[in-house]
């Protein structure tokens, strides 16, 4: 069993359609949780970052932690043509210096 | 722009052949990081070295090395390149080498081996 589960996708949806990402993780260690956009062939790119378990909100962006259900999801609001791209999870743990990734879901939206 | 910068960004090279991957992290950030990744597979960690150290290891083969340099920028040394080492090579760098900080990706280097 991956120690992080990432649904891989294709997800198409309608612009201005609600999003929603998940993860799935075995070790409940993992204490930081992270979200990455990546635009085909380039470098993931930072969008969400919470610690432990509860919500954050950046825009059009929200990210859930529930720990107890080892489950994190990612929300977009109002989705653009623009947030096409690959969203990947990634994970870490006090005393570690690894983060684990997801495979990451592929998100088309459709205009 | 993460601020991370990697080249080259292409390279074509022959089996057999060895190449080099250079990294400079952002500005301030002591700990860098490799990861490959392969066309439909996820991010796979390789290595991470903080402030000139060897502080991590993941699936890094054997015919792979790095280091990091008293200047912080980082080498990926790849050797006796095989057809499946064809992939997008990220660096990335965090302020620190503990996991509560985040870290930030490089464009990458792509991969051909031919």
């Known amino acids: 069993q991956k120690e992080v589960e990432q649904d891989p996708g294709p997800l198409s949806v309608p612009e201005g359609a609600i999003v929603s990402l998940n993860c799935t993780y075995s070790?409940?260690?993992?204490?930081?949780f992270m979200w990455y956009r990546q635009y085909s062939r380039k470098g993931p790119e930072l969008l969400m970052y919470?610690?432990?378990?509860g919500n954050k909100e950046d825009g059009r962006f929200t990210a859930q932690v529930d720990k107890s259900s080892k489950y994190i999801s990612l929300f977009i609001r109002d989705s653009q043509p623009s947030d096409s791209a690959t969203y990947l999870c990634?994970?870490?743990?006090?005393?570690?210096?690894?983060?684990?990734f997801g495979t990451g879901t592929r998100l088309k939206v459709l205009a | 722009d993460s601020g991370v910068t990697q080249t080259p960004k292409h390279l074509i090279t022959a089996t057999g052949q060895r190449v080099t991957l250079r990294c400079s992290p952002r500005?301030?950030?002591?700990?860098v990081y490799w990861y490959q990744q392969s066309l439909d597979q996820g991010l796979q960690f390789l290595i991470q070295?903080?402030?000139?150290?060897?502080?991590a290891k993941g699936n890094i083969l054997e015919r792979f090395s790095a280091q990091q340099f008293p200047d912080l920028h980082s080498e990926l040394n790849l050797s006796s390149l095989e057809l499946g080492d064809s992939a997008l090579y990220f660096c990335?760098?965090?302020?620190?080498?503990?996991?509560?900080?985040?870290?930030?990706f490089g464009e990458g280097s792509w991969l051909t081996v031919v």
């Open positions: 500005s301030g950030d002591l700990s």
């Open positions: 919470t610690y432990s378990s």
């Open positions: 070295y903080y402030n000139g150290e060897e502080r």
């Open positions: 990335a760098s965090s302020v620190a080498g503990s996991s509560g900080n985040t870290i930030y």
């Open positions: 990634a994970m870490s743990f006090s005393g570690t210096y690894k983060y684990i």
């Open positions: 070790n409940s260690a993992f204490q930081y």
